[in-house]
């Protein structure tokens, strides 16, 4: 199994910034995406920015909505995955979840895990 626990959601003005992290633990063998979710109420749930591993380098990419607002990173050592928000609006209010996508061990297997959420609210 692979967990996720995710932290940094919360209230925040217009124009404000969060960070959230997420990070993954269990059976890991290795991992190939690390990516943030958001669902607003009555939206679906979409696609906020990805992190992939290509080897040496991460490739990141973003939804539109976002592009020049968010940043992803991630930390390899701690299988932790940063969303720094800067420039929040009301919009970006919603749920955002981890999602972490790899190997397991033992044996070896995919996975596609999630989190369990944590509530942004942008306050305008």
């Known amino acids: 199994q692979v967990q996720l626990v995710e932290s940094g959601g919360g209230l925040v003005q217009a124009g404000g910034s969060l960070r959230l992290s997420c990070a993954a633990s269990g059976s890991i063998f290795s991992i190939s995406a690390m990516g943030w979710y958001r669902q607003a109420p009555g939206k679906q749930r979409e696609l906020v920015a990805r992190?992939?591993?290509?080897?040496?380098?991460?490739?990141?990419n973003y939804a539109d909505s976002v592009k020049g607002r968010f940043t992803i990173s991630r930390d390899n050592a701690k299988n932790t995955v940063y969303l720094e928000m800067n420039s929040l609006k009301p919009e970006d209010t919603a749920v955002y979840y981890c999602n972490v996508r790899g190997t397991m061990n033992y044996p070896l297997r995919g996975y596609d895990s999630w989190g369990q959420g944590t509530q942004v609210t942008v306050s305008s």
């Open positions: 992190i992939t591993n290509g080897g040496n380098t991460n490739y990141a």
